[in-house]
């Protein structure tokens, strides 16, 4: 009982340690394939103390650009994103929309598209693979 109480704490900073880099993969999906140590290097930081502090003045940043932070952000209700071409990119407000899409392209057209989330999170995009 006594060892398993003594690795409770060590525990919860292993599931800690990891949150960061996992809410980073899921967050930023063209990273969700590298390593916790390729994602220190993409971020140009040596470990998960710098990349903290780097997230933590990424925010400062982006607070202190505009007053009214919360209030822009939830106006940010349009989405700016364009394709290879120039043309915007068509947006999925429902993923499982997106995901009918990605079967029916497959299927029908025989082409692979993969899913992402729109970086001004507005919806989902698709892109070809």
């Known amino acids: 009982m006594n060892l398993k109480k003594s690795l409770k704490p060590i525990k919860n900073k292993l599931q800690h340690k990891n949150r960061l880099y996992h809410t980073i993969r899921r967050a930023y999906t063209h ?30 940043i982006l607070k202190k ?3 009214d932070y919360e209030e822009k952000l939830a106006e940010l209700d349009s989405c700016f994103c364009v394709d290879s071409r120039g043309d915007f990119k068509y947006l999925y407000e ?36």
């Open 31 to 60: 990273l969700s394939e590298l390593n916790n140590e390729e994602i220190l290097d993409y971020y140009n930081v040596g470990s998960l103390k710098e990349l903290k502090a780097h997230i933590e003045h990424i925010k400062a």
């Open 94 to 129: 429902d993923k499982k929309e997106a995901l009918k899409q990605i079967e029916y392209s497959m299927r029908i057209k025989g082409v692979k598209l993969t899913l992402y989330a729109c970086p001004f999170h507005c919806g989902w995009h698709l892109s070809k693979t």
């Open 65 to 67: 650009q505009t007053e």
